[in-house]
């Protein structure tokens, strides 16, 4: 227990000083980093859910509180954080976070820079617009393709409908439609309602027979669409659903935007980092064919959040849709302020850890990365086949995995396998698709080895066979 003086004695300043080094300041975060080097190498060796922690107290107290203090309530908090990083950790789409990334933060964090304008973030400002523009052409989005970050996949979703509702003419037109898929991410809807359209704005295609957008069925809503007179603003495809990681058959969809004058936004949050490198961009073919993308590098690549850019093939969209002009800011020296590009005014420097994060892995990185995330879940799903357990169509390193054939009662198993491999340090999660019950694995993490892969397929293996012989 700490002595209440020695809780309330701090030789931290609130602020570092801008001459000499500040020993207090490299010291405190020299207790952190080691603070959080022990929470990461502690991982394997607790539960794959953290039990309930000595959690402290959320408000502060009348005086400073001390460094110790800070660190043991740090320490308190973390306890009971979910870790990314244990290897049964495998239930959404949230991996651990790249090394340099953390380190990235933390730099970020003492520049304080803001994106909102060049003049407060003059080198950050360039690196940015030079990072977007290499994403977008990455993509295949064309010589002018360029984009922005935004924080978090549903924000770059909601800008591209905004760009494309404006594109479109159909800016106060309340009867404007987006088509998509039924298993669409539901930011499309949460996007629709806050531009103020109609529930039944988001028009939702059943999906195909392999769970994919069926390019047939797209096209006789947009004929149905048409005879109804609701005029469509953009028709979006995903690169990687939630719970099965499928991509909508792309180009098709790009051939039906191309005959309709449609606008098309793939919502790439999973899988359009594939497009990025060589090896993995057939996975998103058609991909290139989009006028915008939203990518999430918080995702796959393991990007700390939030990391998400939206892409666009004329990124001139961004500044017609946004831009309200900064009348108290300089003009910046290239491009457009970063702040006019957007929703968001200021920004912190995302694009500090996305660049750094680029830059240590390489083309050859972000390609084995991806790759390695894609053998661990053909590895499960091949471990698994044969077995009275079905997992479902998927592209990406996502498994959803249905109960048994001849299940009774398909709920009751899926909770007792949760269970099973709650207890045996495996965390799946329980989505339903159409009111089916599903088991999902995702496979993120680097340290989920192939014994771990061969143990989580004899324990679905195990539940299968307990049902099916009930
Ligand atoms: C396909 C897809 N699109 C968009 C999003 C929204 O991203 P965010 O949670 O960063 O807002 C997600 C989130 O999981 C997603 O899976």
Redesign the pocket.
């Known amino acids: 227990m700490l002595s209440p003086a020695e809780g309330h004695s701090t030789a931290l300043s609130p602020f570092a000083a801008p001459h000499g080094v500040d020993g207090a300041l490299v010291s405190f975060l020299h207790d952190c980093t080691g603070l959080l080097g022990r929470w990461l190498a502690e991982a394997a060796d607790q539960g794959v859910r953290p039990l309930l922690s000595l959690q402290p107290p959320a408000e502060p107290e009348v005086g400073p509180l001390s460094e110790q203090r800070l660190l043991s309530d740090l320490q308190g908090l973390m306890g009971g954080a979910f870790r990314p990083n244990h290897p049964g950790a495998l239930a959404h789409?949230d991996p651990p976070a790249l090394t340099v990334s953390m380190a990235a933060e933390l730099l970020a964090a003492g520049l304080n820079n803001n994106l909102l304008a060049e003049e407060l973030s003059p080198s950050l400002s360039r690196l940015e617009r030079g990072l977007c523009r290499w994403l977008a052409q990455r993509l295949g989005l064309g010589p002018r393709a360029s984009g922005v970050p935004a924080s978090?996949?549903?924000?770059s979703?909601l800008m591209a409908l905004v760009c494309a509702r404006r594109a479109a003419g159909l800016a106060h037109d309340p009867r404007a439609v987006v088509v998509a898929a039924a298993g669409a991410?539901v930011?499309l809807a949460k996007a629709l309602g806050v531009m103020g359209l109609p529930a039944d704005a988001l028009v939702a295609v059943p999906a195909g027979d392999d769970g994919r957008l069926d390019p047939a069925l797209v096209a006789d809503t947009l004929r149905h669409l048409h005879r109804q007179g609701r005029p469509v603003l953009a028709l979006v495809g995903?690169a990687?659903?939630?719970v099965q990681g499928l991509v909508d058959p792309l180009a098709d969809l790009a051939d039906l935007c191309r005959d309709h004058g449609l606008w098309f936004h793939v919502?790439g949050?999973?899988g359009a980092v594939c497009a990025l490198v060589d090896d993995h961009r057939w996975r998103v073919r058609g991909l290139e064919r989009a006028d915008s993308v939203?990518l999430?590098p918080?995702k796959l690549l393991g990007v700390s959040k939030?990391s998400?850019l939206l892409l666009l093939r004329d990124p001139t969209h961004l500044e017609a849709s946004f831009a309200t002009g900064l009348p108290y800011m300089e003009a910046p020296l290239g491009g457009v302020q970063g702040g006019e590009l957007g929703l968001q005014g200021t920004r912190g420097a995302e694009v500090l850890k996305l660049w750094l994060c680029l830059r240590h892995l390489g083309l050859t990185g972000i390609s084995d990365l991806i790759g390695a995330a894609m053998a661990r879940a053909a590895s499960l799903r091949s471990a698994l086949a044969g077995s009275d357990l079905s997992c479902l169509a998927g592209d990406l390193h996502l498994v959803a995995i249905a109960a048994p054939n001849g299940s009774h009662d398909r709920h009751g198993w899926r909770d007792t396998a949760h269970a099973l491999l709650l207890r045996e340090g495996f965390w799946l999660s329980r989505p339903d698709v159409a009111g089916q019950p599903l088991l999902k694995a995702v496979f993120g993490n680097p340290y989920t080895s192939p014994q771990h892969i061969q143990r989580l397929a004899e324990l679905l293996r195990s539940t299968s066979s307990a049902e099916v012989s009930r």
């Open positions: 789409l978090g996949g549903s924000l979703n991410h930011s995903t990687g659903t939630t919502d949050a999973i939203t999430n918080q939030p998400s």
